[in-house]
């Protein structure tokens, strides 16, 4: 096959669905990558921290980036499959 044969080949098979998806899969990736370093700093904080109401604070806003993060995590996990 030519050249301009295989590329419109290639961008059948690269449609507008699966370049989309592959940015979806991408993009997630990117925000768990910085979920992560977000639950880090926070556990450093956490750790560091001597005042009660800030602690409790810091100890809410982890709980809720774990769970964001586990999420994000099925999600992804939810794409490699399909």
Known sequence: MKRKKLLKRLSDLLSGEERKKNKHHDDLEMLLAKLKEKEVKLEEKLAKEKDKRKHER?????????????????????????
């Open 58 to 82: 810091l100890s809410r806003e982890l709980e809720i980036a774990k769970a964001q993060y586990a999420k994000g995590m099925e999600t992804l996990q939810g794409l490699d499959e399909s």
